[in-house]
């Protein structure tokens, strides 16, 4: 089972590449994607409260459906990733670093506002 950022960015272009979907896997397709499997996961909590939310994942077959729109998530950011030279670990890393800047753990510890309003 592949487990590493590589492994899995092979995985799903090999599936890609069978299907022969490159040509409909553009920039603007796979950012579609994400925001459209985003809000799949989304529509699973919306309205719920913050305890009725808690126990829509301890249900199984509901949190086997929101594993899955996560995974469609993941799916489209690691094709857009593969398609376009996009290292996702490099980007996750150096935007970590930008935002450690933006909230210094002095400041931001235990608060919700934004970096504006530190």
């Known amino acids: 089972m592949p487990k590493s950022i590589e ?4 995985l799903v272009r ?5 299907r022969d979907w490159d040509q409909y896997h553009g920039p603007k397709d796979l950012a ?7 809000s799949e996961l989304l529509e699973h909590f919306r309205f719920l409260s913050d305890e009725q939310a ?9 949190k086997e459906e929101i594993e899955d729109e996560l995974a469609d998530v ?3 950011l690691i094709r857009f990733s593969q398609r376009f030279d996009v290292d996702l ?10 935002t450690e ?6 400041k931001a510890k235990g ?7 530190l």
Do not use: W
């Open 89 to 98: 670990g490099q980007a996750l890393i150096r935007k970590i670093e930008k």
């Open 32 to 38: 579609i994607g994400v925001i459209t499997e985003a």
């Open 74 to 76: 993941f799916f489209f």
């Open 54 to 62: 808690l126990a829509l994942l301890k249900n199984p077959s509901h």
């Open 111 to 117: 608060s919700n506002k934004k970096y504006t309003m």
């Open 7 to 10: 492994e899995l960015t092979s």
């Open 101 to 106: 800047k933006k909230y210094p753990v002095d």
């Open 14 to 18: 090999c599936f890609c590449e069978a």
